[in-house]
T-cell receptor, first 113, second 117 residues
Framework: GEDVEQSLFLSVREGDSSVINCTYTDSSSTYLYWYKQEPGAGLQLLTYIFSNMDMKQDQRLTVLLNKKDKHLSLRIADTQTGDSAIYFCAADKTDTGFQKLVFGTGTRLLVSP | DADVTQTPRNRITKTGKRIMLECSQTKGHDRMYWYRQDPGLGLRLIYYSFDVKDINKGEISDGYSVSRQAQAKFSLSLESAIPNQTALYFC????????????????FGPGTRLTVL
């Protein structure tokens, strides 16, 4: 079955760029997602990329997709302390018309002043 | 996301008690989901519902049951709670495309933190 892996922790200084990486195993995944979870809150959809795209940019966020290597990354430019959160990568797995999401374990991003 | 609400937000209960977690949404989505989150394990799917009459088990449904009372409401029950059901529970919704726009992107509620002693 689909497996999604992320590193557990990333620490950066305010103003630097952050890059959070994710690998997945199912090459048939159509959509790949990034969610953000702030302390005490639910998962907030940040962005997603369709599998036929290599890159998607949305303000400070850049998503890169390498389908050959099944590698997804999220770059946050000019990282702010408010970006401190857990970031989840998720890949979809179509199953009888249902877009089942398989989540990684989450990467905790800590931004220091 | 304020469009998906969960009650209660926190609950402490004892082993053997019956617990119900509720989820409501105003997004008009037809699909609803229940997940649990455990540290280091990401999110795992418990149950999902395509519409009021279509309910399906996810990967970890044992010990749980659900009810889809209306398109906007989906509740999760623990018939006899046990300590290893201590977790953060999330409800999510998605639109399968009945409105004419397909994304099936899932939107999450704020979560319910459940502790079983």
């Amino acid at each position: 079955g689909e497996d999604v892996e992320q590193s557990l922790f990333l620490s950066v200084r305010e103003g630097d760029s952050s890059v959070i990486n994710c690998t997945y195993t199912d090459s048939s995944s159509t959509y790949l997602y990034w969610y953000k979870q702030e302390p005490g809150a639910g998962l907030q959809l940040l962005t997603y990329i369709f599998s036929n795209m290599d890159m998607k940019q949305d303000q400070r966020l850049t998503v890169l997709l390498n389908k050959k290597d099944k590698h997804l990354s999220l770059r946050i430019a000019d990282t702010q302390t408010g970006d401190s959160a857990i970031y989840f990568c998720a890949a979809d797995k179509t199953d009888t018309g249902f877009q089942k999401l398989v989540f990684g374990t989450g990467t905790r991003l800590l931004v220091s002043p | 996301d304020a469009d998906v609400t969960q009650t209660p937000r926190n609950r402490i209960t004892k082993t053997g008690k019956r617990i119900m977690l509720e989820c409501s949404q105003t997004k008009g989505h037809d699909r609803m989901y229940w997940y649990r989150q455990d540290p280091g394990l990401g999110l795992r799917l418990i149950y999902y519902s395509f519409d009021v009459k279509d309910i399906n088990k996810g990967e970890i449904s044992d010990g749980y049951s659900v009810s889809r009372q209306a398109q906007a409401k989906f509740s999760l029950s623990l018939e006899s709670a046990i300590p290893n059901q201590t977790a953060l529970y999330f409800c999510a919704t998605s639109d399968s495309g009945t409105s004419g726009v397909f994304t099936d992107t899932q939107y999450f509620g704020p979560g319910t933190r459940l502790t079983v002693l």
